[in-house]
């Protein structure tokens, strides 16, 4: 089974502040992918990242970047001097070699207050 | 690029009464997919097609519940009678499953349908 947990259900902060999303994820799976994608109030989901279980290294975007760790099962996301645009609800997803479909985390609502 | 295209964008409707749902995946996408989203249970997945052949349709609560894609380039998901739970957002979304030799899980998504059943 895969399983994705977003502790976190919601985070405020100022323009500015840098903040961070947890997500931890459970799978049987040796490889696997794992993503990010954003949903602003306008309702769609927005693809974000995708990574390869085999690739760990960090990767970084603009303001935005990523930490995943294999050894806690983690795979964090920064933003960087948040700003009022970055207001949207966050969701973690996980796809296993053995599934052909993502599961999705409950997702962590972000505000960012000017 | 039209991006995925759903409708209605809302719909509210009473108990008992049928609902369909709308989608136009973006062109060219091999697959589809019928997610289902509420504070209480997140995002859900109800059912995905592969090239307008259903996959798995393990995630469709109830027989009240039926998915169609009768071409490329369509697909409704019925709610038939519907129901004050059933009330939530419907998204659709589409992905090329093979892009330049491997898989490829970026979805597409919809703005969604917001159902309220009263």
């Known amino acids: 089974a895969q399983k994705v947990t977003q502790a976190q259900t919601e985070i405020s902060v100022v323009e500015k502040e840098d903040v961070t999303l947890d997500c931890v994820y459970e799978?049987?799976?040796?490889?696997?992918?794992l993503f990010w994608y954003k949903q602003p109030p306008s309702g769609e989901l927005v693809f974000l990242i995708r990574?390869?279980?085999?690739?760990?290294q960090n990767e970084i975007s603009g303001r935005y970047s990523w930490n995943f760790q294999k050894s806690t099962s983690s795979f964090n996301f920064t933003i960087t001097a948040s700003q009022v645009v970055d207001s949207a609800v966050y969701f973690c997803?996980?796809?296993?070699?053995?599934?052909?479909?993502?599961?999705f985390g409950k997702g962590t609502m972000l505000l960012v207050s000017p | 690029d039209a991006g995925v295209i759903q409708s209605p964008r809302h719909e509210v409707t009473e108990m008992g009464q049928e609902v369909t749902l709308r989608c136009k995946p973006i062109?060219?996408?091999?697959?589809l997919f019928w997610y289902r989203q509420t504070m209480m249970r997140g995002l859900e997945l109800l059912i995905y097609?592969?090239?307008?052949?259903?996959?798995?349709d393990s995630g469709m609560p109830e027989d009240r519940f039926s998915a169609k894609m009768p071409n490329a380039s369509f697909s409704t998901l019925k709610i038939q009678p519907s129901e004050p739970r059933d009330s939530a957002v419907y998204f659709c979304?589409?992905?090329?499953?093979?892009?330049?030799?491997?898989?490829?899980?970026?979805?597409?998504f919809g703005s969604g349908t917001q159902l309220s059943v009263l």
């Open positions: 997803a996980l796809r296993g070699i053995l599934y052909s479909t993502l599961t």
């Open positions: 097609f592969n090239n307008n052949v259903p996959i798995d």
């Open positions: 979304a589409s992905s090329l499953g093979r892009d330049r030799g491997r898989t490829n899980e970026k979805l597409f």
């Open positions: 990574r390869n279980s085999f690739d760990e």
């Open positions: 062109s060219g996408h091999d697959y």
């Open positions: 799978t049987r799976d040796t490889t696997y992918y």
